[in-house]
């Protein structure tokens, strides 16, 4: 993948993992860290570990939306986070089927449900819909 070798993206997966972890016991309330999780949502990072993240987070997917944060801030993360516009104008990839299977998973019902301003719930909806249009 990318030119990694497999121990690197096992310790990439370890790595994620382990700050999954430190996000749900300690970090969920500290906005920095929101961002720093986020930067995992990015199509830059290999479709395991985004997969890894939202699976992990699942139950508090919620919490990766910072209160207050400025709209124009929210769409520059977001636009930043999806690899492109259609395949067939800018030449971008459709993303794997593992990180459309993560995204559509995020937005199944759960305990806490993903409201329609929710970080996640957006950059799932933008990343289905790019894919779904490049489908056709």
Same mark, same amino acid.
């Given at each position: 993948?990318?030119g990694?070798?497999k121990?690197?993206?096992?310790?990439?997966?370890?790595? !994620? $993992?382990?700050l999954?972890?430190?996000?749900?016991?300690? $970090?969920?309330h500290? #906005?920095?860290?929101?961002? !720093? =999780?986020?930067l995992?949502l990015?199509?830059?990072?290999n479709a395991?570990?985004?997969s890894v993240v939202l699976?992990k987070l699942? #139950?508090? +997917?919620? !919490?990766?939306?910072i209160? $207050?944060?400025?709209? =124009?801030? +929210?769409?520059?993360?977001?636009t930043?986070? =999806?690899?492109g $516009?259609? #395949?067939?104008?800018?030449?971008? &990839?459709?993303? #794997?089927?593992c990180?459309?299977?993560?995204?559509a +998973?995020? +937005?199944k019902? &759960?305990?806490k449900?993903?409201?329609r301003?929710?970080?996640?719930y957006?950059l799932?909806?933008?990343?289905?819909s790019?894919n779904?249009?490049?489908?056709?």
């Amino acid at each position: 993948s990318n030119g990694h070798s497999k121990d690197e993206l096992k310790a990439l997966d370890d790595f !994620v $993992g382990d700050l999954c972890n430190s996000y749900m016991e300690y $970090g969920g309330h500290y #906005p920095f860290f929101t961002k !720093v =999780i986020r930067l995992f949502l990015r199509h830059d990072f290999n479709a395991k570990t985004t997969s890894v993240v939202l699976t992990k987070l699942y #139950p508090i +997917l919620h !919490v990766l939306t910072i209160e $207050g944060e400025e709209k =124009i801030s +929210l769409i520059f993360s977001l636009t930043q986070s =999806i690899s492109g $516009g259609l #395949p067939s104008s800018d030449s971008s &990839r459709r993303d #794997p089927s593992c990180v459309l299977d993560s995204f559509a +998973l995020s +937005l199944k019902k &759960r305990d806490k449900e993903l409201l329609r301003n929710d970080y996640v719930y957006l950059l799932a909806v933008a990343v289905l819909s790019r894919n779904l249009a490049s489908s056709s």
